[in-house]
């Protein structure tokens, strides 16, 4: 299989944590976003959309869209399992990783910070509290949820890793970069603290990758 | 079962869909979106979230997020399926879904409307022309990825309908609505024609609801 990937992706971020806990080997192709390969004629022959993540697999298929993958990696490597079993429980998994993926990352993604700096003129000052804004509205539904149904462990959902910890951790990370105050949060920092722990989500962090700049 | 619901939310449209096809009796509550009723206490304990739909299960959980919903539907009521059986075609599948739901409803929500207009003061037109640019990268990705992996028949993914119909569709009724232009997407109108000719679809359309003003 093959993975183009950016290391600042924060979709692709998720998709190579699932790679590494489900142990499956890859190769990386690295899509530099900063110098608009994304859109160029050979990528998007890949990926029409021209976004990263896009997974190669081994009949040649591309698949594209991260959480898309991530229950193909799922459905093809069940061990170790990135969904619970219990229907409710993967409704709740799931919810909170669309939280992330349709709630939070979209709204903060380059293609849309662009468009403002080009197409609107609006200030750096005006873009980050709107970054700001949409981090804290997925951010306490998050914290809402998870204190509201109770299933948290060391992890979103009890002690193993889920797509809710694989779409948190990039987000997060984007938070920091972005200088957001995480302070309101506990639920949250405890699993990302958890989750940063182990072996597989650092090997997958932006700043471990080959084309880190 | 009761789903909280505003007619013209398309997510709520989304969940209205399934639950037509999968023929599951659900008691609708009405939340008026325009009343911001989303935002009241009573509300954001059913879903501290504040964004519809919400779905209160037989044992009295509440599930959030359209596509979660959807998935959970699927899994506890598997006739008819939303969703192929083959790993490959479910990821081509759930990518189209994420394309509407991650790539283009997010950022032409009503959230982010009202924010451009009270927050950054931009007009009418600007965000005619921001709504219409995100329709464009969202279509032009989908139809392009109709056209590649050639899985198309009456529907997204041949013959029966899938969790990317559920989500094409009702942006599809938004795209009307914003009048953009959809004869760029020959793929997707006949995909939507044939949808709307089934009567789980018409039942679930926003001018049809209780709700609808």
């Given at each position: 299989?093959k993975?183009y990937?950016?290391?600042?992706?924060?979709?692709?971020y998720?998709v190579?944590?699932?790679?590494?806990?489900?142990?499956?080997?890859?190769?990386?192709?690295?899509?530099?976003?900063?110098k608009?390969e994304?859109?160029?004629v050979?990528?998007?022959q890949a990926?029409p959309?021209g976004?990263?993540?896009?997974?190669?697999?081994?009949?040649?298929?591309?698949?594209?869209?991260s959480?898309?993958?991530?229950?193909?990696?799922d459905?093809?490597?069940?061990?170790?399992?990135?969904?619970?079993?219990n229907?409710?429980?993967?409704?709740?998994?799931?919810?909170l990783a669309n939280?992330?993926?349709?709630?939070i990352?979209?709204?903060?993604?380059?293609?849309?910070?662009q468009?403002?700096?080009d197409e609107?003129?609006?200030?750096?000052?005006?873009?980050k509290?709107w970054?700001h804004?949409w981090?804290?509205?997925?951010?306490?539904?998050?914290?809402?949820?998870?204190?509201a149904?109770?299933?948290k462990?060391r992890?979103c959902?009890?002690?193993?890793p889920?797509?809710?910890?694989?779409?948190?951790?990039?987000?997060?990370?984007n938070?920091?970069?972005?200088?957001f105050?995480?302070?309101?949060?506990?639920?949250?920092?405890d699993?990302?603290?958890?989750?940063?722990?182990?072996?597989?989500?650092d090997i997958a962090?932006?700043?471990?990758?080959?084309?880190?700049?």
């Amino acid at each position: 299989m093959k993975l183009y990937t950016y290391f600042r992706s924060s979709a692709s971020y998720r998709v190579r944590i699932a790679l590494a806990l489900k142990g499956v080997d890859v190769e990386y192709q690295y899509v530099n976003l900063l110098k608009d390969e994304q859109r160029e004629v050979a990528y998007k022959q890949a990926n029409p959309q021209g976004y990263v993540p896009a997974l190669v697999t081994d009949d040649d298929v591309t698949l594209t869209q991260s959480l898309a993958i991530i229950e193909y990696l799922d459905e093809v490597h069940p061990k170790p399992p990135l969904l619970p079993e219990n229907p409710i429980e993967r409704a709740y998994v799931r919810a909170l990783a669309n939280i992330i993926a349709s709630d939070i990352h979209p709204l903060n993604n380059r293609g849309v910070l662009q468009y403002f700096e080009d197409e609107l003129n609006i200030d750096s000052e005006q873009r980050k509290k709107w970054y700001h804004h949409w981090l804290k509205q997925g951010f306490d539904a998050f914290e809402a949820i998870l204190a509201a149904h109770n299933l948290k462990g060391r992890f979103c959902f009890r002690d193993n890793p889920t797509i809710a910890d694989l779409c948190l951790v990039p987000q997060v990370y984007n938070a920091w970069r972005f200088d957001f105050d995480m302070k309101a949060y506990p639920l949250i920092n405890d699993i990302v603290v958890n989750c940063n722990s182990l072996k597989e989500f650092d090997i997958a962090a932006p700043h471990n990758q080959a084309d880190a700049a």
